[in-house]
């Protein structure tokens, strides 16, 4: 329940705020990622993706995710299923899933993420449009 708590804590607040109290921010291609806690079993973060951007087609070895969809909607392909995700609803990547999460409309889509465990070295990279390293990434990668 504490966790729970601690991650919908952040439902409310603007990514400006959400970016100030990261214990790291990391630009990408897409907008950028907000690394807002670490525990022992799991992690909190907050991705902005700019309008009609996205984040490579990829899988984790071992990490499970839960998407919380904070501001806008989200397309969500997990293997070969794709899914609209509306503002406050949810979804989940399971390990060797491959999945991408999608930003089609022309605002900013803001995702919460609950991730256990809390590696965050923990991404295999598959088809990327920016071009990026393919393979076993980090997560500043």
Same mark, same amino acid.
């Given at each position: 329940?504490?966790?729970?708590?601690?991650?919908?804590?952040?439902?409310?607040?603007?990514?400006?705020?959400?970016?100030?109290?990261?214990?790291?921010?990391?630009?990408?291609?897409?907008?950028?990622?907000?690394?807002?806690?670490?525990?022992?079993?799991?992690?909190?973060?907050?991705?902005?993706?700019?309008?009609?951007?996205?984040?490579?087609?990829?899988?984790?070895?071992?990490?499970?995710?839960?998407?919380?969809?904070?501001?806008?909607?989200?397309?969500?392909?997990?293997?070969?299923?794709?899914?609209?995700?509306?503002?406050?609803?949810?979804?989940?990547?399971?390990?060797?899933?491959?999945?991408? +999460?999608?930003?089609?409309?022309?605002?900013?889509?803001?995702?919460?993420?609950?991730?256990?465990?809390?590696?965050?070295?923990?991404?295999?990279?598959?088809?990327?449009?920016?071009?990026?390293?393919?393979? +076993?990434?980090?997560?500043?990668?």
């Amino acid at each position: 329940e504490a966790i729970i708590n601690k991650f919908l804590s952040y439902y409310c607040l603007p990514f400006t705020e959400i970016q100030k109290k990261a214990i790291r921010y990391l630009n990408k291609p897409y907008g950028g990622n907000c690394i807002i806690l670490l525990e022992e079993n799991y992690g909190i973060s907050c991705a902005q993706f700019l309008p009609d951007q996205s984040c490579s087609l990829h899988y984790h070895n071992i990490k499970k995710e839960f998407f919380l969809v904070k501001e806008g909607r989200l397309t969500l392909i997990l293997e070969d299923t794709k899914s609209e995700i509306e503002q406050g609803n949810f979804s989940f990547s399971t390990p060797q899933t491959k999945h991408s +999460l999608i930003n089609n409309s022309k605002k900013n889509l803001e995702i919460l993420e609950l991730f256990s465990p809390p590696f965050l070295n923990d991404k295999v990279r598959l088809l990327d449009k920016y071009n990026r390293k393919r393979g +076993l990434v980090t997560h500043e990668e």
